[in-house]
């Protein structure tokens, strides 16, 4: 049986996109791998009404601080459970308003 991870607090759960090649098309070991992309999996459901609100969404793709967050293992996969400062930016379509 698989557990499910979820986030408390001000926290939300993402999975770090492990890129495999450079813009150019080079192939990229996972050593060297630093992208701090990351895909939301999971929001708090405890968020307290006096933080400021979440800023990414669960589906949402996130750039986040290069120190920080803490690594967790759920449903066989290696997440990163960042607090809501750390991440610096969401990317969003053109097309797509930006909520804030």
């Known amino acids: 049986m698989t557990k499910k991870f979820v986030p408390t607090g001000s926290r939300i759960l993402v999975e770090v996109i492990v890129e495999t090649t450079t ?3 080079l192939f990229m070991p996972a050593s060297v791998n630093v992208s701090r992309r990351a895909r939301v999996v999971a ?3 405890t968020w307290n009404p006096k933080d400021q609100d979440p800023v990414a969404y669960v589906g949402q793709t996130v750039v ?4 920080g967050g803490v690594e967790v293992a759920a449903d066989g996969k290696k997440l990163l459970l960042v607090r809501n400062d750390e ?3 969401v990317e969003v379509d053109e097309a797509e308003e930006i909520p804030f």
Do not use: E, H, K, Y
């Not at 986040?64 to 120190?67: A, P």
């Open 23 to 25: 813009a150019s098309g």
């Open 43 to 45: 929001v708090s459901t």
């Open 64 to 67: 986040l601080d290069r120190i």
């Open 87 to 89: 991440i610096l930016g």
